[in-house]
């Protein structure tokens, strides 16, 4: 049973840390629906 399963998420990854993309594909694996996904740099 996966633990996001029809949840839809938004996510914002670092730049300097987990960049976006690689946690859409933890998301995702985990069952859920990415709605937005975005890297962002933080000053």
Same mark, same amino acid.
């Given at each position: 049973? #996966?633990?996001?399963? %029809?949840?839809?998420? @938004? @996510?914002? %990854? =670092?730049? =300097? %840390?987990?960049? %976006?993309? #690689?946690?859409?594909?933890?998301?995702?694996?985990?069952? #859920?629906? @990415? #709605?937005?996904?975005?890297?962002?740099?933080?000053?």
């Amino acid at each position: 049973m #996966a633990i996001l399963a %029809g949840k839809q998420v @938004i @996510i914002v %990854g =670092d730049r =300097d %840390g987990i960049p %976006g993309p #690689a946690i859409a594909e933890c998301a995702t694996s985990a069952g #859920a629906e @990415i #709605a937005f996904a975005t890297t962002e740099c933080f000053v």
